[in-house]
């Protein structure tokens, strides 16, 4: 994922869920976050489909597994991956150089912090499992993500209830639900 001037406003992420979000014709983000469901497999929910459509619309795609027994390999063509626990997958971070990597869920400094030095690519603040926008952001630790914003160099995610939605803060990207 790029990263931006300040002046320029947050860049925008969309999040869909495989085999629940119907396939756009474009988008409109700079990332797309492919929420994966354990109960979905790839073939069926047409995976290749979200991976043509992000390359021709040159929009990163980053996967998250839903997987709550521990984290699934990102499937081959994908841009990067979530990490819901980067202490358990910096190891991924050597095994997928290129990729990026966004640690999620984070709800404290400590677990934010970590994140970044297990080398993470990017944060995202919020309920990234939430089954839709208004409880993904409930799950903001509103005073965290500005403390991040202002004082580290790793840029974040921060959920938001429409594309218009600039964070007073000014976090680098915000993150809307496709659809």
């Given at each position: 994922m790029a990263t931006m001037d300040d002046d320029e406003g947050p860049q925008l992420v969309q999040i869909a869920t495989l085999g629940e979000t119907p396939l756009p014709k474009t988008l409109a983000g700079?990332?797309?976050?492919?929420?994966?469901?354990?109960?979905v497999s790839p073939t069926a929910g047409h995976l290749a489909d979200?991976?043509?459509?992000?390359?021709?619309q040159e929009c990163a795609l980053i996967t998250a597994s839903m997987n709550t027994n521990g984290e699934d390999l990102p499937p081959n063509g994908v841009d990067g991956f979530v990490s819901f626990d980067m202490a358990a997958d910096r190891a991924m971070r050597d095994d997928f150089p290129d990729m990026q990597i966004?640690?999620?869920?984070?709800?404290?400094?400590?677990?934010?912090?970590?994140?970044?030095?297990?080398?993470?690519?990017?944060?995202?603040?919020?309920d990234l499992r939430a089954d839709n926008q208004t409880d993904m952001m409930a799950g903001i630790e509103h005073?965290?993500?500005?403390?991040?914003v202002e004082m580290m160099e790793i840029p974040c995610i921060i959920p938001v209830a429409?594309?218009?939605?600039?964070?007073?803060f000014a976090p680098e990207f915000i993150a809307v639900a496709l659809g």
């Amino acid at each position: 994922m790029a990263t931006m001037d300040d002046d320029e406003g947050p860049q925008l992420v969309q999040i869909a869920t495989l085999g629940e979000t119907p396939l756009p014709k474009t988008l409109a983000g700079v990332a797309l976050i492919l929420k994966m469901p354990e109960d979905v497999s790839p073939t069926a929910g047409h995976l290749a489909d979200w991976i043509s459509l992000c390359a021709d619309q040159e929009c990163a795609l980053i996967t998250a597994s839903m997987n709550t027994n521990g984290e699934d390999l990102p499937p081959n063509g994908v841009d990067g991956f979530v990490s819901f626990d980067m202490a358990a997958d910096r190891a991924m971070r050597d095994d997928f150089p290129d990729m990026q990597i966004v640690a999620a869920n984070l709800t404290s400094r400590d677990l934010a912090m970590q994140a970044g030095e297990f080398g993470a690519d990017a944060l995202f603040f919020g309920d990234l499992r939430a089954d839709n926008q208004t409880d993904m952001m409930a799950g903001i630790e509103h005073e965290l993500a500005e403390w991040w914003v202002e004082m580290m160099e790793i840029p974040c995610i921060i959920p938001v209830a429409s594309q218009a939605d600039d964070p007073d803060f000014a976090p680098e990207f915000i993150a809307v639900a496709l659809g």
